[in-house]
């Protein structure tokens, strides 16, 4: 299936907190796999429905599609881009509902493993130096409108990441969260509409695997620009950027959905399980995806699959009244207490997630943060303030009892490295709240107290909501007016994140374990640093770390990555997320996941027990 925008993390803040939006955008990890039978309203950790100990899909054989209706919740933020590999849609609320429109050659397992599609096609290293992969489309991949999926696919794939070859962003005018043309600087070696394609990296790139995603149908996108699908193809083999970026503006817009339906079926076609074709879209209640009647890999095991925009808090008791089959509700004390309750009408599952929490700095021009106001000072004085073990042990260490402050963001607490990491990039500054310190730091900064700050994120979220509350009682002694600025049009396009109508911004990355998934992030106008962030040996850093497949030279440029984030305050790392999912009892297969596409990863294998 497909994934949130591989190559980068997802944002984690905009759905129920699964880990809830990457993303948008960090991270890696291990997650447990062994299987235990959860039936009784008995928690359980790991991974339940594959092979013993495996955490790839389940082998089902023979799939006969069933006419029964199976319902999952990722929170009230509604399906609203069937691309989500723009800056402004790659979240995990349009991921869970494209993961079942688009495949690809691989897919993510329950631990972050990487597992090949073998129904879509095949990829081979053939060569180290340079890096050279090799794929071969399967004969039988098609589109549900019938078009074959061919290398034009992968070539538009390519082409939206605006290759510096085509001029790049300023010729193209593609909005993208890949940056896969940055490694695979020369583009596919291969011819119109073939099912083989070749990508050569100049540079060693450790995230080779992942960075060729489930491609957007470029038919569509050639026919809304006025041309033939060869004819685009054709014209990004021959670098001619002025003909490419005539399918820059659909490919930005013309597969969003402001109105929250589908107003042309015949512009989304599937290549995954389900499609949006024949789907019943109810806006502000549910999407009901139907089975692709083309698609070429297993079948799907349930007719219906409903996604329902319900608001975090009510998914429990949506649960138990049947009304949501599946939930991934944000996990607290009173969620797990209430699904444990249910007896034996619900499965309940716990796991550790490669999400993570944090605060961000907006460096905008008018921030009191930026280093022309009040600067690395007023910085500090906030980071001094922040009660990040007050706010671990009051909401987090209740429902997972080894959760630590967390100290790095290119590591968990649970991976190998992150304690090698953090002792190399940070010296314990910020974990205990100082308010004479910050006091002063804010006095060194020169601005004028009360300063407000708004801290925004997207509600309603009742954990963050608490967040905020804590920092205020902290903050507030120090010299900070802290404001809660939770408002539902967080992550929306043009919404509050990417106005910068905030001091200080609150929310989660997904991640998949990646090894250069940061630096959109971190990196100077990186399409996900929402907070304008600029550090030159920030930038070198990542750029050496992108070009070597040295596990030694990655963790030494990680190092510096995070003592630079630190000693310049970026942002401020929270903890990382802890996951609990709920299930109808009747229902096999539900295996909760540890990266970023969240428990709907395997919703195609979703069925009631017979």
């Known amino acids: 299936m497909a994934v949130v925008a591989a190559g980068a993390l997802a944002l984690a803040g905009c759905t129920s907190d699964s880990g809830s939006g990457d993303t948008g955008a960090e991270g890696g990890g291990e997650g447990d796999s062994s299987e235990e039978s959860a039936g009784s309203g008995e928690e359980s950790e790991g991974d339940m429905g594959g092979e013993e100990g495996s955490t790839a899909l389940a082998d089902m054989g023979e799939v006969t599609t069933n006419d029964d209706t199976v319902s999952f919740s990722s929170g009230a933020e509604e399906y609203n881009a069937y691309n989500g590999n723009t800056a402004n849609t790659n979240s995990t609320y349009n991921a869970v509902v494209n993961n079942q429109l688009h495949s690809g050659f691989w897919y993510w397992g329950t631990d972050g493993t990487i597992y090949p599609n073998e129904w ?82 100049p540079e060693p790139y450790p995230d080779w695997e992942i960075a060729v995603e489930p491609p957007l149908p470029a038919h569509i996108a050639a026919e809304q620009g006025g041309m033939e699908p060869d004819e685009l193809a054709q014209a990004i083999l021959d670098g001619e950027g002025e003909t490419v970026a005539e399918v820059s503006e659909f490919w930005n817009d013309g597969w969003l959905f402001p109105n929250y339906q589908v107003e042309d079926e015949a512009l989304v076609p599937s290549s995954g399980p389900y499609t949006l074709e024949g789907a019943a879209w109810e806006s502000g209640n549910q999407l009901a995806l139907v089975p692709n009647e083309s698609f070429f890999g297993p079948a799907p095991a349930t007719g219906n699959l409903v996604y329902k925009f319900a608001a975090p808090e009510t998914h429990v008791q949506a649960l138990q009244n049947g009304d949501i089959n599946v939930i991934e509700p944000q996990a607290t004390v009173d969620t797990r207490q209430q699904l444990e309750g249910m007896g034996d009408m619900v499965s309940v599952e716990s796991n550790q997630q490669m999400t993570w929490e944090h605060l961000d700095y907006n460096f905008a021009e008018d921030s009191v943060f930026n280093d022309e106001n009040g600067g690395l000072a007023a ?232």
């Not at 990441?161 to 993208?176: K, R, V």
């Not at 910085?379 to 429902?399: G, H, K, Y």
């Not at 060194?444 to 009360?450: K, L, S, Y």
Request: hydrophobic share 35%; charged share 20%; proline share 5%.
């Open 120 to 201: 879509f096609g095949s990829y081979e290293q053939t060569s180290e130096d340079p890096l050279t992969v090799e794929y071969t489309i399967s004969d039988d991949a098609v589109w549900s409108d019938g078009t074959p999926i061919t290398s034009n696919d992968f070539l538009l794939a390519w082409a939206s990441t605006n290759p510096e070859s085509m001029g790049g962003a300023e010729t193209l005018g593609f909005d993208p969260v890949s940056t896969w043309s940055t490694y695979a600087t020369d583009g596919l070696e291969t011819e119109p509409s073939s099912k083989t394609f070749t990508v050569v990296y």
């Open 379 to 610: 910085r500090e004085a906030f980071a001094m303030c922040v009660p990040r073990q007050n706010i671990i042990d009051n909401l987090i260490a209740p429902i997972s009892e080894d959760a630590e402050m967390l100290n790095a963001r290119e590591r968990f607490p649970f991976q190998d490295g992150y304690q090698e990491l953090v002792d190399a990039a940070y010296d314990g500054t910020y974990d205990e709240v100082d308010i004479e310190g910050a006091t002063a730091k804010l006095e060194e900064a020169g601005v004028e107290t009360p300063v407000e700050v708004r801290i925004g994120y997207s509600a309603p979220n009742q954990r963050r909501t608490e967040e905020v509350a804590q920092i205020k009682a902290s903050c507030d002694e120090a010299g900070f007016e802290i404001v809660d600025a939770g408002n539902p049009d967080f992550f929306e396009s043009g919404g509050t994140l990417e106005q910068g109508d905030w001091e200080v911004a609150l929310f989660a990355w997904a991640g998949s374990g990646q090894v250069a998934s940061g630096e959109p992030i971190y990196s100077t106008g990186g399409s996900q640093n929402f907070g304008g962030f600029s550090n030159e040996e920030v930038d070198a850093a990542w750029d050496t770390l992108a070009s070597s497949l040295d596990e030694e030279v990655q963790m030494e440029q990680l190092k510096i990555i995070e003592k630079l984030l630190w000693d310049n305050l970026y942002g401020i790392p929270l903890f990382t997320h802890p996951g609990i999912v709920g299930s109808d009892s009747t229902l096999e297969n539900v295996r909760p996941t540890s990266v970023q596409t969240g428990v709907s990863w395997n919703a195609q294998q979703w069925v009631r027990a017979s």
